[in-house]
């Protein structure tokens, strides 16, 4: 067994607090990882609070990891000791399903998430990126290029692929008027890919001080959400809407900004449900609200080779793990630019 380092909660009020435990020791098809960078997702905020329900302790969050290659079991392929890797939030899936052989991992229902999961190979639960090293099979490991640097790359491994994902498959391009919602870790990705994809892009906010970042993002136009005047200004208008908030929030004043067959995607997973939305809004102009899930591993590394092609990273805030407290309460008041990523060097003063 491999001993790691790492932060853990204890239970859904407690602060993350230095935490020491095992990891497998590689097995033929895995692949052993030295953790250099995290990224710090609202996810983890969520799912370390108990938000969702379904919380397993001691919890060790992070699913945007970043580092290199220490060593490999003898039939793994395509990767070398030293190689920089990086790994979202899925570390295994059943490789046969429907949503497996569709490249779709996410929703395969023996998905193993990075982190607050049964572990299926080593008992207990599944530790994330908070920590010193990660020993993961090869099929879950991304290749990330020395074009993009290594910290800011690590948001990409979920809060880039969150975002890529539907813009895909909702065939965003040349044209399309897109509207992201919330300038976080999400929306700040949601508004580079929709710009570089070629849409016609509006962010809305809640942050009057976000409006000049979200332009040198690549916005065309930010909105404050609670400007009625300037929100009616864009009514039937959209295309495609991300929305990525954090927090239950009315859908309506979204819905009619879309047109007719335009489609209000939410991929942010609030505590508490959003008010239901008015049902006209939908049936006027045919509008639809969907969800998203991540992305599958041959997605992720498709979005990893088109952040290399248009030169797309997240605009990061490197902390010290010592940090990562204060790092989620200032994420619950928006104040973060616009990702942490923890700098696992500072696990080692922990000996
Ligand atoms: P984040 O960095 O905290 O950003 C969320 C943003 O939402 C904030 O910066 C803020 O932007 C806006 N916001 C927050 N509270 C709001 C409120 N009460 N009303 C309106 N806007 C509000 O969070 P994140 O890491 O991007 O994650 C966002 C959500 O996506 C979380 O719920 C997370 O769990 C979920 N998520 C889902 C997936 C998936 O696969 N579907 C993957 C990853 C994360 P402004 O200041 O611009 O208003
Ligand atoms: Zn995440
Ligand atoms: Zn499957």
Redesign the pocket.
Known sequence: MQKTYGYATHDDHSPLVPFSFERRDPGPTDIQIEILFCG????D??QARNEWGSSLYPMVPGHEIVGTVTSLGNEVTGFNIGDRVGVG?LVDSCRICPDCSDHLE?FCNAATFTYNAPDKMSGGSTYGGYSSQIVVDQHFVLHISDKLDLAAAAPLL??GI?TYSPLKHWQIGNGDKVGI???????HMGVKFARAMGAQVV?????SG?IDDAKRMGAHEAVI?SNVKAMQKHRASFDFILN??????NLDSYTELLKRDGTLC?????DHPHPSPAIGNLIFKRRQIA????GGLKETQEMLDFCVEHHIVSDIEIIPIQQINLAYER??K?D?K??FVIDLASLKTMG
């Not at 990525?244 to 929030?249: E, L, Y």
Request: proline share 2%; aromatic share 4%; net charge positive.
């Open positions: 710090v997702c609202h996810s905020i969520h939030c996410q979920c809060a969150t919602v919330g300038l976080g870790g999400l929306g962010l809305f906010t809640t942050s976000k959400s990525t908030v954090a927090a239950s929030h939410l991929v942010g997973v609030p969800g998203s899930l991540i994420m619950l928006s973060v616009y990702r």
